[in-house]
């Protein structure tokens, strides 16, 4: 064997060497990969679905501040020109004691309208009341849990879960906070000239059984699928618009202690 023919096969014995070594030492980053995309993939199936979709007040959300810094000076010019005050005045007179202590003790909340009824399904007679909060320059929604004498913002102390946010007929801008502080502001002429406001007139706001209310047409507005027709008494109704049959439905669900947005309709009569 001349000198060539040894190194060759030297270098030949090397590298079926190496090869038997990569055979017997496989690499195991890529059978660490294919298990944690299993378990990204398993983590990711057993997420619940269904889960609900909860709303948060126009007033709350980063990508609305603008907007809502521009209505809270509307509602200041209202505001500094005494109308809430006197609308606060006004309703006030009417209260029990029990209700009268609480808005003496929070004069920074304006009563503008409210309605009673069993909203929280206790057959008791709670109020809802949408007011002018004077230190944050909005309007809120009040509620009073007459059983249990407790007082809820709604959005801030007791969520609402929004049924129709995945429908296709749903329609809103903004909040229902927001959207009745908006028609307020379009109602500064009658506020100024009567005393009273949409909300108060005619029993607008309400709590009531959608399906046996005129006011209503489930078939043309935006109702939730899951929904039965037979649950819909002690609804919470707010009017959006003064002109037209505008309306936000929610109803208290006590198993999951929420509201639930439901029933919408904006149409003309």
């Known amino acids: 064997m001349n000198l060539q023919t040894a190194f060759l096969s030297i270098l030949l014995l090397g590298l079926i060497s190496c090869q038997q070594i990569t055979q ?3 690499r ?27 709303d948060t007040s126009t007033y709350s959300k980063p990508r609305t ?27 006030s007179g ?14 920074n909340l304006h009563i503008l309208a409210y309605a009673k009824g069993d909203i929280f399904g206790n057959k008791a007679n709670d109020v ?5 909060e ?30 129709l946010r995945q429908s296709d007929c749903y329609y809103a801008n903004g909040t229902v906070d ?29 709590i009531d059984n959608i399906s046996t209310n005129n006011s209503f047409d489930l078939k043309r ?21 003064s002109v037209y049959a505008n309306y936000q439905c929610l109803k208290y669900n006590k198993a999951k202690a929420v509201f639930e947005l439901y029933f919408s309709q904006e149409f003309a009569d």
Do not use: W
């Open 28 to 54: 195991t980053i890529s059978t660490k990969d294919s298990a944690v995309n299993s378990q990204n993939k398993r983590i990711a199936e057993s997420r619940p679905t269904g889960t609900p979709v909860l």
């Open 221 to 241: 507005g935006c109702l939730s699928k899951d929904f039965s027709t037979d649950n819909m008494s002690n609804t919470l109704c707010m009017p959006t618009s």
């Open 178 to 206: 927001y959207s009745i502080a908006a028609e307020l502001i379009y109602q500064e002429d009658y506020i100024r000239s009567s005393q009273s406001n949409y909300l108060m007139d005619e029993n607008a706001f309400s």
């Open 134 to 163: 004077t230190e944050k320059h909005q309007i809120e929604i009040l509620l009073f849990d007459q059983k249990n004498k407790l007082f809820k913002t709604l959005y801030r102390d007791i969520q609402v879960s929004n049924l």
């Open 94 to 107: 009417d209260l029990g004691e029990e209700q009268k202590d609480y808005f003496e003790q929070h004069a």
């Open 65 to 91: 501040t603008e907007i809502a810094s521009q209505q809270r000076e509307q509602l200041v010019k209202l505001a500094d020109a005494g109308l809430f005050e006197k609308l606060h005045l006004k309703l």
């Open 128 to 132: 809802a009341y949408i007011v002018y």
């Open 24 to 26: 017997s030492n496989p």
